[in-house]
């Protein structure tokens, strides 16, 4: 398999016959593994920008920054529509590594009961001083200029479960409101100005496509609500890291040396078109990209767990979760510290 190649796959159904499936497809992966076959990591994904992995390790990767594509790893990216349906297929084996947000990494441990889930990669984190927080706006001309204005009125999410929609629902609570209703994110903008909701909540490009026609204003960022938030970070399963960390040392080295590629200023507009072209999108949409104006993105890829534990707790107190969940625990960043050890040669 060449560097540039991938596979691309999308969300299978569950059931049982496709879980007997899925670990006799696993014995034969562990059989051909045993004949020197490259490690496949099957990674999930949901959209790009908001996770990199598809652009970083897919058909427009940088070649020559991946040393061990092909050689002791190779990645097949699997397309699902969000984080729950990730959490399932993560406790049936049928991926190796999910993006979870603090919301869907609590509800794996407490109703999936995946014990052995660890944090290994950092996604990008919401609210960091100088960077992106998501939005929550209202119409312009909208006589709603406080929270308690929204008394009465109608908020509307991109998903229920998620990162912004637990936001929404936290302010909300704090206001004794709760009238919440799902969209998806292009529907939320044409929505707002139809006057069919009177909040909507957007994260980026979304939001800078929203405020670009003039018509918007914010009401408040998430990061008035949770301050700092580890919006998104990778998981993998223990037994899957314990048995593969060779290969994955690798992997993690080569997704490091990619991450600081995109990051570099210097590869701005060549990281953005890369971006585009991944999207077929034109590139002035994410011109934002990889700059203040976006979400902070650690250059290692080191999740930030204070944050992060700061965010399961919140979410307890919100009565979301039920148990105190201690993220330390349940990470394992062994990989990543090794890898940024080994950038700086």
């Known amino acids: 398999m060449s560097v540039r190649s991938i596979v691309w796959r999308g969300a299978i159904a569950r059931g049982a016959g496709l879980f007997l499936a899925a670990l ?19 990674i999930a994904w949901t959209t790009v920008p908001g996770q990199l992995t598809p652009v970083l390790f897919g058909p427009y990767a940088q070649a020559h920054l991946l040393r061990h594509y092909g050689k002791t790893y190779v990645v097949t990216h699997e397309h699902y529509a969000g984080s729950g349906p990730m959490v399932s297929a993560l406790g049936a084996g049928q991926i190796d590594i999910a993006q979870l947000a603090p919301s869907s990494l609590g509800f794996a441990i407490e109703n999936a009961h995946l014990d052995d889930v660890r944090v290994i990669t950092e996604g990008w984190q919401d609210g960091i001083a100088g960077h992106y927080s998501s939005m929550f706006l209202v119409r312009k001309d909208s006589p709603i200029k406080t929270v308690d204005d929204l008394k009465g009125k ?19 609570r704090l206001h004794h409101l709760d009238s919440i209703v799902e969209a998806a994110f292009p529907n939320l903008d044409p929505m707002l100005e139809e006057k069919k909701v009177d909040l909507i ?119 979301i979760l039920k148990a105190h969940i201690d993220v330390k625990h349940y990470a394992d960043l062994r990989f990543v510290d090794a890898a940024a050890k080994m950038s700086k040669n």
């Open 154 to 172: 109608v908020v509307a999410v991109n998903a229920f479960g998620g990162a912004l929609d637990i936001a929404a629902r936290a302010m909300l």
């Open 201 to 319: 909540s957007l994260s980026l490009p979304f939001s800078e496509i929203a405020e670009a026609h003039g018509d918007v204003r914010v009401l408040f960022r998430m990061k008035d609500v949770f301050g700092t938030t580890q919006m998104l970070f990778n998981v993998a399963r223990a037994s899957f890291l314990d048995k593969n960390r060779a290969a994955l040392g690798d992997f993690f080295a080569d997704y490091v040396r990619a991450q600081h590629w995109f990051l570099d200023p210097a590869n701005h507009d060549q990281a953005v078109a890369l971006v585009a072209e991944f999207n077929k999108r034109p590139a002035k949409i994410y011109s934002y990209l990889f700059t203040d104006r976006d979400d902070y993105r650690d250059p290692n890829a080191r999740p930030n767990l204070e944050a992060l534990q700061r965010n399961m707790d919140q979410l307890k107190g919100l009565g």
């Open 24 to 42: 006799l497809v696993a014995a034969a992966t562990g059989a051909m593994r045993a004949a020197g076959e490259p490690l496949d990591i099957r």
